[in-house]
Nanobody, 124 residues
Framework: QVRLAESGGGLVQAGGSLRLSCEVS????????MAWFRQVPGKVREFVAG????????QYGDSVKGRVTISRDNAKNTMYLQMSSLKPEDTAIYYC?????????????????WGRGTQVTVAS
């Protein structure tokens, strides 16, 4: 059974940085696309960034482009999201997601696996 577990969230001041991690357990995931989404209560879950299995292709949401970097270490079965120049509007629960397919998409409905999320709070 595939499980995803996020870590690294917390409280940070505006302009600060955080690195989120998502560890995959259950099987190797190097051939599968993964992504980060975020959600504020009462709003739609928003695509943040996605990465292919090899890490050779990435995609970013417009609201975070230029401020975040997605990466993965397949030897560790772990994906990362490095965030910088954080803004209060980045406050959300951040979720990692994985697919049984090696294609990145912003469509959250096609992701097969989800973590429980990690809270990121950016104070102004």
């Amino acid at each position: 059974q595939v499980r995803l577990a996020e870590s690294g969230g917390g409280l940070v001041q505006a302009g600060g940085s955080l690195r989120l991690s998502c560890e995959v357990s259950g099987r190797a995931f190097s051939g599968n696309a993964m992504a980060w989404f975020r959600q504020v209560p009462g709003k739609v879950r928003e695509f943040v960034a996605g990465i292919t299995g090899s890490g050779g292709w990435t995609q970013y949401g417009d609201s975070v482009k230029g401020r975040v970097t997605i990466s993965r270490d397949n030897a560790k079965n772990t994906m990362y999201l490095q965030m910088s120049s954080l803004k209060p509007e980045d406050t959300a629960i951040y979720y990692c997601a994985g697919r049984n397919y090696n294609g990145v998409t912003q469509n959250r409905s096609v992701y097969d696996y989800w973590g429980r999320g990690t809270q990121v709070t950016v104070a102004s």
